[in-house]
């Protein structure tokens, strides 16, 4: 069965739910550059997937696939960077590298399954 949605795929709905987690994480962040980058990776994820499921081929839709897990890596290097400059606690981090890494094997998985 094709997917007709986007919100459907389970990559962009695991990637929506970084995205709620990052903010969640760093929403009272006082170092707003910090904050904001992290926060337009997050975004990035699942718009990318959302972006590239309406376009003309599976080939473009794979690009787009690589650039949201692109995003994934970083806001995955800003959660280490965040907890080597204590923004977050060990917890948090391990919950989001562990969300991080999630999200890019289901993008992966995606991607493996259009080729």
Known sequence: MKIQRFEDI??????????????????ESKDRSFRSQICRASVSVSNNIAEGFNRSSDKEFI????????????VKSMT???????????TTKDE?????????????????ALR
């Open 10 to 27: 389970i990559a962009w709905q695991r990637a929506q739910d970084l995205g709620v987690l990052v903010y969640k994480h760093f929403d």
């Open 96 to 112: 989001l590298i562990d969300n991080c890494e999630e999200v890019s094997r289901v993008i992966y998985g995606l991607i493996k």
């Open 63 to 74: 690009r787009f696939l690589n650039i949201a897990r692109a995003s994934c890596d970083e």
């Open 80 to 90: 280490y960077l965040a907890s080597r400059l204590n923004f977050i606690d060990d």
